[in-house]
């Protein structure tokens, strides 16, 4: 997607073949700052402090560090069997940067699998720099498509409102480019509709505490000329009774089989006032964030829980980023929003049981969040894909 008027994407291989290059999310808006990681341990750290964050991004970028990773032990002289063992162990850490998001996990057992068919080290790395790219121009690409099939839901819209006013759409947390290679999930579609001349406008909820809806998804629909509004993450209810609200579209870290969707927490809030004011409720994913394993995602999937701090501190730029105002931001600052000692509880995720999501867009199309409808779409995915 484009910044100032640029085409760039989250992650990438920079030019000596040998490092991965990355936007650093944590600075945005105020800053466009990128990083170059070296090593698996440089992965695992830009993935556990959300250097990198967002399904789709953690993903590739956990592709890419099994690149890091097969180089390193091409270095250590491993070969064969030992080879492969070594991978394995850093493919575990990467996994236990962060439990909720299957991408993670997906990403680093489809490397372990390819990389083992390959006998020599040098085939091995040589595979693992191609599959990593693949990975990452397949997320680009999924996508894409899921962008659009969703603009289908919102042409739809458009007209049964009329075909004369923006169609309002309410999303979460940020599921859009920068939480994966390109063009996002839940934004997909949106930028599908505007690159379509379709008016939208776009509800953003700021997403506490981290305030990824706030931070990110206004800077990139802004970056796209997308009109947005950032509202407080309890505003959503009070707009769709008002009829503010046309549409909601969020993402999804992991949704099972049966159509339960773990998404950043407060999506269950949403869906259940989307439900209450018959607004359908949608979830965009590329298969990757599919669990082909658990059936109960309330009892299955694991929540993180991130530090408290978090909660109790915020932080934002101290100078004004608004060009009437005389002065661009200078730099971020951090306040205490609770007094010293008080307990504070960071759950990060949380699961949207299938019958509220009105239904699912996937790179091959929209179905029921239903285990049934998405068997129809991957008939080829089985338990333990
Ligand atoms: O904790 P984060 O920022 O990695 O959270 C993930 C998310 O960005 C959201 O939950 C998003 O809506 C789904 S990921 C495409």
Not at 151 to 166: A, C, M, T, V
Request: hydrophobic share 40%.
């Amino acid at each position: 997607m484009l910044v100032n008027g640029i085409p760039r994407r989250t992650v990438w291989i920079e030019p000596d073949g040998n490092s991965i290059g990355v936007i650093d999310q944590r600075k945005l808006p105020f800053h466009l700052d990128t990083l170059v990681l070296r090593t698996t341990a440089d992965a695992c750290h830009a993935i556990r402090e959300m250097i990198v964050r967002g399904a789709g991004c953690i993903g590739a970028t956990a592709g890419f560090g099994m690149f890091l990773a097969a180089l390193e032990c091409a270095e250590d002289g491993l070969e064969g069997r030992e080879f492969d063992v070594a991978l394995a162990e850093k493919g575990a850490q990467l996994c236990s940067t962060r439990p909720t998001a299957v991408n993670l996990a997906w990403a680093v057992e489809r490397q372990r699998e390819a990389i083992a068919t390959v006998a020599s080290a040098e085939g091995k790395v040589a595979l693992a720099r191609e599959l990593a790219q693949t990975i990452a121009d397949e997320d680009a690409d999924f996508c894409r498509r899921i962008g659009q099939h969703g603009l289908n839901i919102i042409r739809d819209l458009f007209y049964q409102k009329g075909g004369n006013s923006p169609v309002n759409i309410l999303t979460h947390c940020n599921a859009g480019w920068l939480a994966f290679v390109d063009f996002g999930s839940a934004t997909a579609p949106i930028y599908a509709a505007h690159d379509e001349g379709i008016p939208v406008h776009v509800w953003v909820d700021e997403t506490r505490p981290r305030n990824q809806g706030a931070r990110l998804t206004t800077w990139e629909l802004g970056q796209h000329g997308v009109p947005n509004t950032v509202i407080v993450d309890n505003a959503g209810g009070h707009l769709m009774q008002q009829g503010l609200v046309d549409l909601v579209i969020t993402g999804t870290d992991r949704t099972t089989y049966t159509g339960d969707v773990a998404n950043k927490i407060g999506t269950y809030l949403k869906a259940l006032a989307a439900n209450d004011n018959g607004i359908p409720f949608y979830v965009a994913l590329p298969s990757s964030s599919f669990d082909w394993e658990t059936e109960d995602g309330c009892a299955g999937i694991p929540i993180e829980q991130r530090c408290g701090s978090e909660v109790s501190v915020i932080s934002g730029s101290h100078g004004s980023a608004s060009p009437g105002a005389g002065h661009l931001a200078t730099g971020e600052v951090e306040v205490n929003l609770v007094a010293k000692g008080t307990a504070v509880a960071n759950y990060a995720f949380d699961v949207t049981p299938a019958r509220l999501v009105t239904g699912l867009i996937t790179e091959r199309g929209v179905c029921a969040a239903r285990e049934s409808a998405i068997r129809d779409l991957f008939p080829e995915m089985r338990r333990g894909r």
